[in-house]
């Protein structure tokens, strides 16, 4: 399928775009760039980089139509995987540079979207490997000097790693289910 669930590439109207992207840096661009990007597009890209790292994005370039409610051309930034509307970091358009964006988690998407009217260069934005998240610790290491800290300390760590594992147990499933 092309469109909103597909993040294998997308072809539509003759247009290749999106996929996902596993080295620790590169560059996502419009279709065309620099020139204007085609009509009637919808790519997703899906960011990955080694577990334990965040995801860093950083634009160079922005220029996409304006509209007040970005509703006809626009990208979406998402903390992990695009279809949980839950980490929707937010949605752009025109020609203001969106901030530099850190991610909670080893995942980033991008998803852009043209209507069938007007077309601008686009954009293109740089994407890195950040900053580990959390450090692995040992079961035997103490968090606190008292016993009462160290418990919910530990508590608060394996809600930390169940929470990390069933996102990757998602983003698991989702690249083989794509392949």
């Known amino acids: ?15 290749k775009c999106g996929g996902i992207l596993s080295a620790s840096s ?12 085609p009509y009637n597009t919808e790519c997703t890209w899906l960011i990955v980089v080694s577990e334990g790292s965040s995801v860093l994005l950083t634009f ?3 220029e996409l139509e304006y509209h007040t409610d970005c509703a006809y051309d626009y990208i979406k930034i998402y903390n992990g995987i695009s279809e949980d509307e839950g980490n929707l970091l937010g949605k752009f358009c025109g020609d203001v540079s969106p901030p530099q964006f850190s991610s909670s988690w080893n995942v980033m998407s991008i998803i852009f979207h043209s209507d069938r009217h007007v077309a601008r260069k686009g954009f293109s934005v740089g994407y890195r490997k950040g900053e580990e998240l959390f450090k692995t610790v040992q079961m035997n290491e103490t968090f606190s000097t008292s016993a009462h800290y160290k418990y919910y300390s ?26």
């Open 1 to 15: 399928i092309c469109g909103k669930k597909s993040i294998c590439g997308c072809q539509k109207y003759g247009v």
């Open 26 to 37: 590169g560059n996502v661009s419009s279709p065309n760039f620099p020139g204007l990007y």
């Open 60 to 62: 160079h370039h922005f």
């Open 154 to 179: 530990t508590l608060i760590l394996l809600d930390l790693l169940k929470s990390q594992i069933l996102k990757n147990s998602r983003l698991k499933h989702l690249i083989i289910q794509n392949k």
